[in-house]
């Protein structure tokens, strides 16, 4: 039973509140403190800043570059920005990055992420993930990756770097819209370091506050040979959900913690980093409200859910690499290796799609309750080696070999009881207790060699070419061992293809401080093995796309704006979609696609103390094609269902998004220094599925007579705006933050899905809020 929550809790809120107005007021105080600092302090810091732009560096190309030199479009979201707005999770950073779409579906974890309009249509994904040099997150169809992103606590994380556009050539499989890269701070093997930190947060509506917590080391053992770096968060989730069915107040609170240890071990021609970590999410029930499904307001009061049974979200990853860097003088080899061990649990309550099983069905004279429960366990393996030459010269090269092994292991449970929780009365509790239970073992092979090459043919000319060749294997099966929904068996399946992708970008020095870039690029989704049915294919095939783009990188005025633009057009062939034949469900190839862009990102460095900046994309993604026909036959009757339509917009991809950011620094005096920042963000409306066409023919007749038409339009996700404010004041060893997301407490949504009943018609919208009003402080200590 969920513990009760009271919202008895308004004089703690106050405290926090004066709290953090006093840190606001503090950082407030600057000008005054200013004045009091000596003359020559205010002198030489003015005389020793230039007024222009830090340099950023990437690894997008797997070697440490200038993201200016990059001919790709790129955005890198530093740790002062994570730690300024005390970002937790991927949706944190919806409209910060042009042409990033993230949807929550109720807590960290349960996320949707595309890029530049390709958003996962089927059971897989269409963005990778990678951690420093090993990617995470499963390639095959079988581990619900589409939902289920990898969605890390970014506590010792250096930088989030999000490259935009296929990057199939040296990343591989599922990276066809884009990648996340996730860059962990590196051990200091000549300085011991020990932070020491924590805050608290308000939620409007959440009875309890939310708290945090961390503390890491920096370790040398042996002077610039050997280094250590351990750390720990937790941070606490207050809930703000509540429950119209039982009364109980914030049922959707919960749990996120990392652990991470990393060893170097550094030689004058050799280094090798070894790198433990564990991350853990742990809710107890989905940020979701109930919306009437005509007028889409919420049903029983605002930030209220209807829900029969908790919900539960568990997921653990457990994630293990060693990196080996050796100068051979001629050439660096780098050899990647990883393991990772991920496990998800996810709970729904679906009471209102089964429940009536009991009443309908078994013929009893109430609808019961039911719940439906999914395991997710995948064990991954991966090794790269890869050779790259020196950056001294016109032309540099990089080759190498790429192996994955993963083996998972999918759960599928649905159970039946009476309203209050006890088991239905015999004999239909054995017959009916357990509706469904399936195990779906999958393992997914690949072996990959790839090359990358740029040859410089003068201070003006560039051109990069890049290829990679890969071979998976897959097989799985479908085990159904009790259950009236699913007919019991088992169904085995394998499936083996081949992938080709290339790149070439092009790129024209016009200054030293301007550069014109030309891409074009393809990349993959893996197909992979179906259930054995009449009327589905035995197996899917990859969906491939390529993408042209042209783009602009510029600093412009002394470095102190930077403007870049880049624009493209995608070309989506043999799209995976999920599809039902005869009540089974499994993935088509359904034609084509396309998405058309322009990506703005702007920095304007105005004084020594403050940066301007305003990023935004234009999206129109859309299908180019119907989907397949799926027919029925069903007596007389011919059912034939289309779900999507040409010209159908793709799902949550939003044609508009912007934000803009003001951050102001100052020196308070020879030890302090005071930061204001801002954000306002605008994400426009989105579609949440596409159009379902359903025709009921007379098939006796030739040809078929036309019965009936239903065309069911997809929900449309309004638009919303956001303000984000923060501040801090700093010295050498403390920091002093408060911060609040959500200022004008816009309610809005990331997410909207149909909860239908097994009778039929939609008994509620279920919604995923963006979090309401969040005010928190911090303070970190570092010595």
């Not at 960290?108 to 089927?122: E, F, I, N, W, Y």
């Not at 991350?279 to 107890?284: E, G, L, R």
């Not at 995948?378 to 890869?386: A, N």
């Not at 007596?635 to 040409?646: K, P, R």
């Amino acid at each position: 039973m969920h513990k009760h929550h009271t919202r008895e809790r308004a004089p703690m809120r106050r405290s926090l509140t004066t709290a953090i107005s006093f840190t606001l007021a503090l950082c407030m105080a600057g000008p005054t403190l200013a004045q009091q600092a000596p003359a020559e302090s205010a002198g030489d810091a003015a005389a020793a800043d230039p007024v222009t732009l830090e340099e950023v560096v990437v690894t997008a190309n797997k070697r440490v570059e200038n993201i200016r030199d990059v001919p790709s479009s790129i955005s890198v979201i530093g740790e002062e920005k994570i730690d300024n707005f005390h970002s937790t999770q991927l949706s944190d950073f919806q409209a910060s990055v042009p042409g990033l779409a993230i949807s929550s579906n109720g807590a960290p974890g349960k996320t949707a992420v595309s890029l530049r309009g390709v958003s996962a249509l089927s059971s897989s994904a269409t963005v990778g993930t990678y951690l420093d040099e090993t990617p995470l997150g499963s390639s095959g169809v079988y581990q619900a990756a589409n939902f289920f992103a990898l969605d890390l606590l970014p506590y010792d994380i250096q930088r989030i770097e999000v490259l935009r556009g296929p990057q199939g050539t040296l990343y591989g499989a599922s990276t066809m819209g884009g990648l996340i890269k996730y860059v962990t701070v590196e051990p200091d093997l000549s300085r011991t370091e020990f932070r020491v930190g924590g805050g608290l947060s308000s939620v409007k509506s959440a009875g309890d506050l939310g708290w945090d917590a961390r503390v890491g080391a920096n370790l040398p053992l042996v002077t610039d040979r050997v280094g250590l770096r351990v750390s720990y968060a937790r941070n606490e989730l207050p809930g703000y959900i509540d429950n119209s069915v039982t009364g109980q107040k914030d049922i959707n609170d919960g749990d996120q913690t990392s652990a991470r240890a990393a060893l170097r071990w550094q030689e004058e021609a050799f280094s090798l980093d070894l790198v433990a970590m564990r991350q853990t999410i742990d809710s107890d029930n989905n940020a979701l409200v109930a919306l009437d499904p005509e007028s889409q307001q919420p049903l029983f009061g605002d930030l209220t859910n209807s829900v029969f049974v908790d919900e539960p979200f568990n997921k653990d990853v457990d994630y293990y690499s060693a990196t080996v860097n050796w100068d051979m003088g001629w050439a660096d080899f780098v050899s990647a290796t990883g393991y990772s061990e991920t496990n998800s649990f996810i709970r729904q309550d679906s009471t209102v799609q089964f429940g009536e099983v009991a009443n309908l069905l078994l013929g009893l004279p109430d609808p019961g309750a039911s719940n439906f429960d999914i395991g997710l366990d995948l064990d991954k393996f991966t090794q790269e080696f890869r050779v790259v030459s020196k950056a001294d010269g016109a032309f540099e090269w990089m080759a190498g070999v790429f192996y994955t092994k993963e083996d998972a292991v999918q759960t599928q449970r649905a159970q039946l009881y009476q309203l209050d929780g006890s088991p239905l009365p015999a004999p239909f509790d054995s017959v009916a207790g357990t509706l469904t239970l399936l195990t779906i073992p999958s393992t997914y092979e690949e072996t990959a060699v790839f090359a990358n090459g740029s040859y410089k043919f003068n201070d003006v000319f560039k051109i990069d070419a890049g290829i990679r060749y890969a071979e998976n294997d897959q097989d799985f099966s479908q085990i159904v061992t009790e259950g009236i929904l699913i007919p019991i068996g088992t169904t085995s399946n394998s499936s083996s293809e081949d992938v080709f992708t290339w790149s070439v970008s092009p790129q024209v020095k016009l200054s030293e401080e301007a550069m014109i870039y030309a891409r074009v690029a393809t990349g993959y989704q893996p197909g992979g093995p179906n259930v054995l049915v009449p009327g589905l294919p035995s197996q899917v095939d990859s969906s491939t796309l390529t993408n042209y783009e042209l783009g602009l990188k510029s600093q412009l005025f002394d470095n102190r704006v930077l403007f870049d633009l880049t624009g493209f057009y995608i070309d989506w062939e043999d799209i995976q979609v999920a599809t039902v034949v005869n009540g089974i469900s499994g993935l088509v190839n359904a034609g084509k696609a396309s998405s058309t862009g322009i990506e703005l990102t702007t920095v304007f460095h105005a004084t020594d103390r403050l940066d301007l900046g305003l990023n935004g994309a234009y999206t129109d993604s859309k299908l180019e094609e119907n989907f397949p026909v799926i027919s029925v036959r069903q007596g007389a009757a011919l059912v034939q269902i289309t779900s999507g339509l040409e010209g159908d917009a793709l799902p949550y991809v939003p044609e508009w998004s912007w934000s803009g950011t003001a951050d102001y620094t100052m020196p308070l005096n020879s030890d302090w220094t005071a930061h204001f920042g801002g954000a306002v963000r605008f994400v426009d409306e989105t579609e949440n599925g596409t159009t379902n066409l359903q025709e009921v023919f007379n098939a006796t007749t030739t040809p078929p007579t036309l019965l009936q038409s239903t065309r069911t339009e997809p929900l449309r996700v309004d638009d919303y705006w956001s303000l984000d404010l923060n501040a801090y004041v700093s010295n050498d060893n403390w920091t002093f933050r408060a911060y609040a997301k959500n200022v004008t407490d816009e309610r809005a949504y990331q997410r909207i899905n149909d909860v239908t009943a097994l009778s039929g018609g939609v008994d509620n919208l279920a919604a995923a809020p963006i979090q309401p009003r969040t005010v928190g402080i911090e303070v970190d200590y570092r010595f």
